[in-house]
């Protein structure tokens, strides 16, 4: 569990467009790494090739290194089925399957490697929801449909669904952005309890969220439109938003752009 | 911060309310509520056609209409006419079709959504569009000049090795010759599936990216996103595309006719039984409609078909209706 993530000089590409150039960034285990940068600068493709999500666009592809623990995900022997069993994701809109029961939607990874005892499955949907802090507003109604929640409380569930694997690394790709304060609020402290036992990687639009919940935060941004997005830099949160090196984080930071 | 330039009263504050209607709306929704009320009135006037004609034949019948067998309509003077064997051999020969369409649909529909590459998916889309838009005569044509001898050693081997199912036990017809429901079956399915094929792509196709990134997320396999993803979000869409394709075939014509042999003898649910369904005995027997009272019992058994289709069709719609959309 909670490994760590080097990046090494990635490319990221959509058909011939050049999406993201050069990323080179790390991530340490058991930490809140956030993405932050305007619409458009490639933090959500770099997100999802951390675990393989970007290729399943059709013509997407990545060139260079993304290691978990030294392994190269990109390697040509490894299976991306494989990499997103060990990577889990949170998407930007609650995406619970409408047709199972609360119960099969967390346990669904597990179904997927094959896991069939009704025991070990119970015990690992309750485990999972109560690491969301889902538990006790679900626990007498496990086998209704997953889309009878509130967002909130969808997405939540979904964050029980990617923990239930127990990844080694969780994304999330503006998990707040569909929510109202309240829901938002129930999802940054999970950030906070998760932090303990996984390596975090989390794409925001809220600089504030990017601000309470993460330890390091990561820059990208565009230098112009149809150019590729780029790291601008990467650093301590706290460095970030009061004494940042690059010019350019900083005017986004005070709002002077994006 | 900029001021903003000017800020207008909000509108209709201390107006009354006045309820304004456009000439082009009024002409446009009376054009469209006329056009829907003719459809009604024109399904309503086919069904009283047909009543209105069959009841004379109804009540001089000899014959319990729907449990007799036999057809014998060529003297107005001696009806005894029952539209079992018929209906029988429509359903018998469409639930065939059906469950060879069905799968093979199926797998093109997903096929063309979840497999082939976008390149190849689109031209294939069209051909498949292509298909539906043939002739059902040159497909009775196929199925009766192609087809049919061509079958000879599959049928052959068929009724010597599974002769003791009654699927499969030597028929009312020759079944060398291959004029049998065997043979009607297959042409019918390949009419079925451009049709659900058609209808079970569009709704495949539809299934939320969010859902499929969800699976995919999770680490499931292409084959594991069609099975938690796509199938049960497409399923009620796929089984009314089946039902409509079912109502095709019931009502298919031409292509039956071209193809059955006409037998005396009765239906007895062997696939190499040759015979008649509803819409073929109605188009053999038309240019022969001289009497009011013969051609009544034909609509009589016409009116059976509209029935059937109607009920084919609504259940498809019930699949539709009673599922709730996602998202």
């Known amino acids: ?258 | 911060m900029e001021s903003r330039p000017h800020d207008p009263r909000p509108p209709s504050a201390d107006q009354p309310a006045k309820v304004i209607v456009r000439p082009g709306d009024r002409i446009f929704s009376g054009l469209a509520k006329s056009a829907g009320i003719l459809i009604v009135v024109m399904i309503a006037a086919i069904g009283v056609f047909l009543l209105a004609q069959a009841v004379p034949s109804l009540i001089a019948n000899k014959a319990n209409f729907l449990f007799s067998r036999e057809w014998v309509a060529g003297d107005p003077t001696n009806l005894s006419f029952g539209v079992l064997d018929l209906l029988l051999v429509t359903v018998f020969s469409s639930i065939f079709a059906l469950i060879i369409a069905m799968p093979i649909s199926l797998g093109i529909a997903l096929f063309l959504t979840q497999y082939a590459p976008r390149r190849l998916a689109r031209p294939f889309a069209y051909v498949i569009d292509l298909l539906a838009a043939v002739p059902s005569i040159i497909y009775g044509l196929w199925g009766a000049v192609v087809l049919a001898p061509t079958l000879e050693p599959v049928t052959g081997w068929l009724n010597s090795v599974f002769g003791w199912l009654f699927l499969f036990e030597t028929g009312n017809v020759d079944r060398s010759i291959g004029q049998t429901i065997f043979t009607a079956g297959i042409v019918l399915a390949v009419m079925l599936l451009p049709i659900i094929t058609a209808i079970s792509r569009e709704v495949f196709e539809r299934t939320p990216t969010m859902q499929i990134e969800g699976a995919l997320a999770l680490g499931a396999t292409r084959w594991e996103v069609v099975r938690t993803t796509v199938l049960p979000f497409g399923k009620a869409g796929y089984i009314s595309a089946s039902m409509l394709g079912l109502g095709r075939a019931l009502g298919e014509t031409i292509a039956v006719m071209i193809i059955l042999a006409t037998t005396s003898r009765t239906f007895g649910w062997s696939l190499f039984d040759g015979g008649d369904t509803i819409a073929s005995k109605i188009a053999r027997a038309a240019a022969e409609f001289n009497d009011p009272r013969s051609a009544g019992a034909y609509i009589a058994a016409g009116l059976v078909l509209f029935l059937l289709t109607f009920v084919v069709n609504a259940i498809a719609r019930s699949f539709i209706v009673g599922k709730k959309e996602y998202e």
């Open chain 1, 1 to 258: 569990m909670a490994k760590r993530i080097d990046v090494k000089d990635l490319n990221l590409f959509y058909g011939k467009f050049h999406a993201v150039d050069g990323v080179t960034l790390s991530v340490p285990p058991r930490n809140v790494t956030a993405f932050i940068g305007p619409s458009g600068c490639g933090k959500s493709t770099v997100l999802r090739s951390l675990n393989r999500m970007h290729e399943v666009i059709p013509g997407a592809r990545a060139e260079g290194e993304v290691l978990l623990d030294g392994e190269d995900i990109y390697a040509s022997s490894v299976d991306p089925v494989s990499v997103r069993r060990t990577i889990g994701m949170v998407f930007q809109r609650p995406n619970p399957f409408p047709t199972m029961s609360i119960r099969d939607n967390v346990v669904a990874g597990l179904k997927l490697a094959g896991v069939r005892d009704k025991k070990k499955l119970d015990e690992v949907a309750e485990r999972a929801l109560r690491g969301a802090n889902l538990w006790a507003e679900v626990k007498d109604r496990l086998n209704k449909p997953g889309g009878g929640l509130s967002g909130g409380q969808q997405q939540r569930l979904c964050i029980a669904r990617a923990i239930a694997v127990q990844p080694d690394v969780l994304l999330m790709d503006e998990p707040c952005s569909a929510l109202d304060p309240i829901s938002t609020l129930a999802i940054e402290d999970l950030i906070t309890e998760l932090k303990k036992d996984y390596t975090i990687v989390i794409v925001t639009h809220n600089m504030q969220q990017a601000a309470r919940v993460s330890d390091q935060t990561a820059f990208f941004n565009l230098l112009g439109v149809g150019q590729p997005g780029r790291l601008i830099e990467i650093d301590d949160t706290e460095k970030i938003f009061s004494n940042p090196t690059e010019k350019a984080t900083e005017d986004y930071i005070s709002g002077r752009f994006g």
